[in-house]
C-alpha cells in the first residue's frame, strides 16, 4: 500500500472527480490553509454545525440517536464550540473514491495545536458523497472553528489489488451523504 501523490491527486481530480470542487494549490494568506499538499488534500469545513448539547439530559446511544442532542447553527465564518463537547460538520467538497483506493483522514495540525480533533473515520474504497467530520473540544476553553476554511487531510492509499466488495457494493450507509449526516445504524 502506497500514499499517492499530488500528481495522482491532481490527475484523478481532473479526469474523474476524486475531489470536487477541486482546488490544486494550497491556499492561505490569513486563513486555515487548504487545496492540494504534495501526498494529500486539505479540505474545507463547510458552513452548517450540529453542536452537542445536554439540556434535556439525554444519552447518547448510537442505535436509537436522536437529532436533539444537537442545535444546529450556519454560520458565515465561525461557531463556537463549547469546552468539552462536540460538533459536527461536513466537508465543501465532495469525494469520488476509485475502487483499488482509500482514505484516511487526518486533523490539520493548526486546530490540533488548539486542543480539538478532528476525527474521520476511513474514507472505503468506492465511497462517493460529502464526509461527516466530527470536532472534539478537549479544552476548558471555547472553541473556535471557521467555516469555509481548511480542517483536514486527506491522505489516498492505494491497495495491492482491488477489493472483493467496495463500500459501493455492499451499499453502505453513507453513500452518497450530502450535508451532516448522523448516525445510522
Same mark, same amino acid.
Given at each position: 500500500?502506497?500514499? *499517492?501523490? #499530488?500528481?495522482?491527486?491532481?490527475?484523478?481530480?481532473? #479526469? $474523474?472527480?476524486?475531489?470536487?470542487?477541486? =482546488?490544486? /494549490?494550497?491556499?492561505?494568506?490569513?486563513?486555515?490553509?487548504?487545496?492540494?499538499?504534495?501526498? +494529500?488534500?486539505?479540505?474545507?469545513?463547510?458552513?452548517?454545525? /450540529?453542536?452537542? $448539547?445536554?439540556?434535556?439530559?439525554?444519552?447518547? #446511544?448510537?442505535?436509537?440517536?436522536?437529532?436533539?442532542?444537537?442545535? !444546529? /447553527?450556519?454560520?458565515?465564518?465561525?461557531?463556537?464550540?463549547?469546552?468539552?463537547?462536540?460538533?459536527?460538520? !461536513?466537508?465543501?467538497?465532495?469525494?469520488?473514491?476509485?475502487?483499488?483506493?482509500? @482514505?484516511?483522514?487526518?486533523?490539520?495540525?493548526?486546530?490540533?495545536? @488548539?486542543?480539538?480533533?478532528?476525527?474521520? !473515520?476511513?474514507?472505503?474504497?468506492?465511497?462517493?458523497?460529502? =464526509?461527516?467530520?466530527?470536532?472534539?473540544?478537549? !479544552?476548558?476553553?471555547?472553541?473556535?472553528?471557521?467555516?469555509?476554511?481548511?480542517?483536514?487531510?486527506?491522505?489516498? *492509499?492505494? +491497495?495491492?489489488?482491488?477489493?472483493?466488495?467496495?463500500?459501493?457494493?455492499?451499499? +453502505?450507509?453513507?453513500?452518497?451523504?450530502?450535508? =451532516?449526516?448522523?448516525?445510522?445504524?
Amino acid at each position: 500500500m502506497s500514499v *499517492l501523490s #499530488d500528481k495522482w491527486i491532481k490527475k484523478m481530480a481532473i #479526469d $474523474h472527480n476524486l475531489i470536487s470542487p477541486f =482546488v490544486d /494549490k494550497q491556499i492561505g494568506g490569513g486563513k486555515i490553509s487548504y487545496g492540494l499538499s504534495s501526498f +494529500g488534500y486539505d479540505a474545507r469545513v463547510g458552513d452548517e454545525f /450540529k453542536i452537542f $448539547h445536554n439540556v434535556d439530559s439525554s444519552i447518547v #446511544d448510537p442505535k436509537e440517536f436522536t437529532s436533539n442532542n444537537f442545535v !444546529t /447553527k450556519k454560520t458565515l465564518d465561525f461557531i463556537i464550540i463549547p469546552p468539552n463537547s462536540f460538533a459536527l460538520a !461536513t466537508t465543501i467538497e465532495k469525494f469520488k473514491i476509485p475502487r483499488n483506493v482509500m @482514505c484516511i483522514v487526518v486533523g490539520k495540525s493548526t486546530y490540533a495545536r @488548539c486542543g480539538i480533533i478532528v476525527n474521520v !473515520t476511513p474514507i472505503e474504497s468506492e465511497f462517493e458523497g460529502t =464526509v461527516t467530520l466530527e470536532f472534539s473540544n478537549t !479544552t476548558p476553553l471555547p472553541a473556535k472553528i471557521y467555516a469555509n476554511e481548511g480542517v483536514a487531510q486527506f491522505l489516498f *492509499l492505494k +491497495g495491492n489489488e482491488e477489493p472483493d466488495i467496495s463500500y459501493a457494493d455492499r451499499k +453502505g450507509k453513507y453513500m452518497g451523504q450530502s450535508g =451532516v449526516t448522523l448516525p445510522k445504524v
